[in-house]
């Protein structure tokens, strides 16, 4: 088992940044590709960003390329969000993620943490 505790969530001001943490508890960190998603009322949750199990490799939605980065310190076993030029399309409930392979569209990460949430004002 894993536990993820997400922070850092809040309000902000469009154009605004914030940046989330996750802490990971359980089993060895870095045996895990973590991730972040996000789900909007109403929506469906969708994926944000991943990162390899060294931090080498990240992968990102198209909708956040270029303003979000994600990155990890597997000595203090956890993984970042950090979200720049924020819109008020970003609000939504973000979930910290760990799991044994990269997200290929159909099948989710193992575990979840229970979500922070962000809102983002116009």
């Known amino acids: 088992q894993v536990q993820l505790v997400e922070s850092g969530g809040g309000l902000v001001e469009a154009g605004g940044s914030l940046r989330l943490s996750c802490a990971a508890s359980?089993?060895?960190?870095?045996?895990?590709?973590m991730g972040w998603f996000r789900q909007a009322p109403g929506k469906e949750r969708e994926f944000v960003a991943e990162?390899?199990?060294?931090?080498?490799?990240?992968s990102y939605a198209d909708s956040v390329k270029g303003r979000f980065t994600i990155s990890r310190d597997n000595a203090k076993n956890t993984v970042y969000l950090e979200m720049n030029t924020l819109k008020p399309e970003d609000t939504a409930v973000y979930y910290c993620?760990?799991?044994?392979?990269?997200?290929?569209?159909?099948?989710?990460?193992?575990?979840w943490g229970q979500g922070t949430q962000v809102t983002v004002s116009s």
């Open positions: 359980g089993r060895t960190f870095s045996n895990y590709v």
């Open positions: 993620t760990a799991a044994a392979t990269y997200y290929s569209g159909t099948s989710y990460p193992n575990y």
């Open positions: 990162i390899s199990r060294g931090g080498a490799r990240t």
